[in-house]
């Protein structure tokens, strides 16, 4: 265990709790806690959504994936930089218009239904689960590495570090960690980028030219193939991470912590900037530690490619750089999953118990007490899960979390906003198609399935093709809102006059009532 490692660790944690403790001091009524009062700029708030965005799969999951991959690895930066061109001309300003807390608040301004809203909650909790495994697989792999623990303990430890986050800072507490890390990611990134490519004389053509000779896999490490050899397969999951993005409701929470609608679409074109220089130098990161931390050791750290930015981080910056870069990646897992669990208590809480329960009846007092009894059921749930999924890699798992979002999600806020004839039975039908379609595919497919022993999670044949579902499953998320809203019969008066209070509402911000008085 190194000393330089155990002091940047405990500067990190040291500085997260302080913020913690003055977001705390700020955190009394639901609104505060759930939205930090709707009181963050357009660049706070681009700044956190990127260090929402900007989790242990793109810095770790990412890295290792271009590492061992080559070109196949950098599938997911191009695919999680363009979602955000989705977000930011569908998504941002009607979600920011109609919503107060969660998606479900978004959904239900149109359908104002309880089973509305509990399928919106399911669909919101069983994403929030699946990214969290991801983020705390390699959070538990990276303090494995930095502090010699067992990956159990690590897992433990970041579990109660995130929870106390939530429990008492809210998200004011969540925010400004968010946008602590992504500027210790920014910085930790670009140094060791420069790093990389002063090793290739600060020549691109150059680490082009010797990446194809480098690695056991010759010119093919520089072409697509490698690692998804089904085009179908690739095409599925770039679907999923084109249009994953909208429906992740960790994200989409983040619109509702700014004034109005105009200070969201700043918020999305601040982080489409930020997330956009740093998918770029993922490139770096990946082809370093191909090139000077080798395939061999990488995954001797990691058989799933986690550790691979970091052991570049020592290989060129030493036992400095190597502890600064894992107490970076510790920060950045630690404000995505804070980020996490306050979503998933956001469903559990205000849209199950607060809404659906209670019908609405319910103080503030209790609320905040309701949403910190969610974060801990959903930390507990999630460390119980991420204990034993220790050798999936993460960004798998997140693209598994980004096609449920694509496919329950994302059709249902489309047709909330834009679609005359949608009702209340198209809603349910839609959501809960994407959701059990994705589900079950994933479950059939070859990530789940494989005849090498270890090679996936169950030895068999899989049944489903492609390794992820969005290219099946997104439409039959859209067409189950088709078909449900055709069963659920015409609309009547009243539901076509609530459409167009919806949407102004969402173009403009403004409510009918309000000119109405």
């Known amino acids: 265990m190194s000393i330089t490692a155990v002091l940047f660790f405990v500067l990190i944690v040291g500085s997260t709790l302080v913020v913690t403790w003055w977001a705390s001091r700020r955190t009394s009524s639901a609104s505060d806690f759930y939205t930090a009062g709707g009181g963050l700029t357009g660049w706070q708030n681009g700044l956190a959504i990127a260090g929402d965005y900007l989790s242990a799969a793109s810095f770790l999951g990412i890295a290792g994936s271009i590492a061992l991959f080559g070109f196949d690895g950098f599938f997911f930066s191009i695919g999680y930089l363009v979602a955000y061109l989705v977000v930011l001309y569908i998504v941002a300003e009607p979600l920011r218009n109609l919503g107060k807390f969660t998606l479900a608040d978004m959904i239900t301004a149109r359908f104002n239904t309880p089973k509305v809203r509990g399928t919106a909650a399911l669909s919101t909790i069983t994403i929030v689960l699946f990214y969290m495994i991801a983020q705390l697989v390699g959070a538990g792999a990276l303090i494995q590495l930095l502090l010699g623990i067992d990956y159990w303990i690590s897992v433990l430890l970041v579990g109660v570090m995130m929870t106390t986050y939530v429990l008492f800072g809210g998200m004011t507490a969540t925010s400004w960690v968010q946008i602590i890390k992504a500027g210790l990611l920014m910085i930790g990134t670009l140094i060791i980028s420069f790093l990389v490519l002063a090793k290739f004389d600060f020549n691109i053509f150059t680490m082009f030219k010797e990446m194809a000779t480098v690695t056991e896999h010759g010119a093919a490490y520089l072409n697509p193939g490698l690692r998804y050899t089904n085009g179908l397969d ?55 530690a191909a090139a000077f931390v080798g395939t061999d050791a990488i995954v001797a750290a990691n058989p799933a490619g986690n550790m691979a930015a970091p052991l570049l981080a020592e290989v060129l910056g030493g036992d400095i750089l190597f502890s600064f870069v894992c107490a970076v990646a510790f920060a950045t897992i630690l404000a995505v999953v804070a980020g996490l669990v306050l979503s998933g208590a956001s469903a559990l809480s205000h849209d ?47 693209s598994l979390a980004f096609c449920i979002a694509a496919s329950a999600n994302l059709p249902v806020i489309i ?50 093709p492609l390794g992820n579902p969005a290219l099946v499953s997104v439409p039959l998320g859209f067409l189950g809102g088709y078909i449900g809203s055709l069963i659920g019969g015409k609309q009547s008066a009243d539901e076509e006059k609530k459409f167009r209070e919806v949407d102004v509402k969402a173009n403009t911000g403004i409510s009918v009532q309000d000119i109405s008085h």
């Open 234 to 288: 690739t095409i599925s999951m770039m679907i999923a991470l084109v249009l994953g993005t909208a429906g992740l409701p960790h994200i989409l929470m983040r619109f509702f912590t700014v004034k109005d609608a105009k200070t969201a679409r700043s918020s999305v074109i601040w982080a489409t900037w930020l997330v956009g220089i740093f998918y770029v130098l993922t490139i770096f990161l990946g082809f370093g």
């Open 352 to 398: 199950i118990y607060a809404e659906i329960v209670k019908k609405g009846n319910i103080t503030e007092k209790e609320q905040v007490m309701a949403a910190r009894i969610g974060s801990i059921t959903i930390s507990v749930i999630s460390i119980l899960l991420a204990l034993g999924a220790q050798t999936l890699n993460v960004a798998f798992l997140v």
């Open 415 to 464: 047709y909330t906003i834009y679609w005359k004839k949608f009702n209340s039975t198209g809603a349910i039908t839609a959501m809960l198609t994407g959701l059990i379609s994705a589900l079950v595919l994933v479950a059939l497919s070859p990530n789940v399935w494989n005849p090498v022993e270890g090679a996936a999670i169950l030895v068999g044949e899989a049944i489903f």
